[in-house]
């Protein structure tokens, strides 16, 4: 066994690599390349675009109805399984969560969540980081859209 396979398995053990079946790799001659959206790197460019987007939403908005003040600046602090979203306002001292960010391996990686309280997100995912619009396409100024 080489050492690449070794750290693999250990990884996959410690919960570290976690693929779903769609992404694993397949060994009977098959050569389609599957695309392993859990690698950290992919993640992080995904949050980044998010960030940018949300943050270019909040900047719009505050130049287009309120000229006279500092546009808040979105910061993200990764958690236990979630990517906490944070707001933090230029005209004042108050902080709030924007949005969490699930960045737990399984069919929910990557779902942008609406806050219900500082600690925990609601629940039902209001986009994804991987959907094609960086999870923006149900994002305001002011966070994720409500549930109708």
Known sequence: MKL???VDKIDE?????QKLDYQKKKKSGDTALTQDVNSPKDFDKALNMFLKGAQKLI???YRKNYTN???PKL???KGGRYVKIIRKEQSGSGTSVH????AKDGPTFGDVLKPASWKAPAKH???NLFDGSWGLKYM???GPAYLK
Do not use: H, N, Q, W
Request: zero cysteines; aromatic letters at 12%; charged letters at 35%.
């Open 125 to 127: 995912a209001r986009g």
């Open 13 to 17: 053990a410690m919960g570290f690599v």
């Open 59 to 61: 900047d719009d908005d």
């Open 99 to 102: 949005a969490f960010v699930d």
């Open 75 to 77: 910061t993200a602090k």
């Open 69 to 71: 003040l500092k546009p």
């Open 4 to 6: 690449d396979e070794i």
């Open 140 to 142: 305001s100024a002011y």
